[in-house]
């Protein structure tokens, strides 16, 4: 454990100077004696190539050796590796397998790509109520992309009853983390009073949040506001600015609008 730590060290230049190549030194001298995290640490080395090749295999292997010990991080990111076939063939059954104990031992991350793999039978025959389940649990944990699902979910009544303010609830979350879908609708709840109290102000906010993360609806939107002077002043500049910034993301009445101007 402590050539492990010496090697966190390493990577993370505490109290030594940044050297990832001595870090993977330190864990290998660990994951010789079978210890879990150096083992998954260098799994995480080979595949993002941080001191040591790139090599999506080699990343595996390493995944492999901590997951088969019950290191949880490790089984949530050897079942990644089946989902997308990096470093081994693409098997959604084998992801869903390791997904699972990863789940159990309460990873977020792991606990929302069940959910999803559920949701649109992946590996699994599709069962709307686990998927439900599962994206909560990941909710509840703060996972961002499960408090999105689980707000779309509640918009869109989906297996849950359809609940406006429970939707508010989970997109707010969400948003909160920088989920830019979130913030979109965030804005949308806000701008239209549902499952919170009408606030042009807030929806232009959250629509500013989005829109500056690239969010299409929402620069349109922007633009809108900017073009009618709702809740800012007019500004034709303004307007066209996001407009083109939506319309360049095939926005075809961001299209429309500016062509318009």
């Known amino acids: 454990k402590a050539q492990h730590n010496l090697g966190v060290m390493y990577r993370d230049g505490l109290g030594v100077e940044e050297d990832l190549k001595k870090a993977v030194r330190w864990w290998r001298k660990a994951a010789g004696e079978g210890y879990f995290a150096a083992q998954f640490s260098i799994g995480d080395a080979y595949k993002h190539g941080k001191g040591v090749e790139q090599d999506s295999k080699k990343a595996v292997e390493w995944f492999r050796k901590a997951a088969d010990q019950g290191f949880a991080i490790a089984q949530e990111q050897l079942a990644e590796s ?12 084998k992801a869903v397998k390791w997904f699972h104990k990863a789940a159990d031992q309460g990873v977020a991350k792991a606990q929302h790509n ?45 297996v849950v009853k359809h609940d406006w303010k429970k939707a508010f609830h989970w997109c707010r979350k969400a948003a909160e983390q920088g989920h830019a879908g979130a913030q979109y609708n965030l804005g949308v709840a806000y701008a239209e009073g ?36 709702k ?15 939506a319309a360049e993301q095939e926005d075809v009445m961001a299209q429309y609008n500016l062509g318009m101007m």
């Open 231 to 245: 809740v800012v002043r007019k500004d034709q500049d303004e307007a066209a600015k996001w407009f083109k910034d």
């Open 114 to 158: 069940l959910g999803v793999m559920y949701r649109d039978g992946l590996g699994v025959k599709k069962d709307l109520e686990e998927a439900v389940r599962w994206c909560r649990k990941a909710a509840e944990l703060g996972q961002a992309n499960a408090q999105f699902n689980l707000c779309q979910m509640y918009r869109k009544g989906q």
């Open 82 to 93: 089946y989902l997308l076939g990096e470093g081994i063939e693409k098997d959604s059954k």
């Open 194 to 229: 549902k499952g919170t109290l009408l606030n042009s102000k807030e929806a232009f906010k959250w629509w500013l949040k989005a829109a500056k993360q690239g969010n299409a609806q929402a620069q349109y939107n922007l633009g809108l506001m900017y073009h009618k002077g």
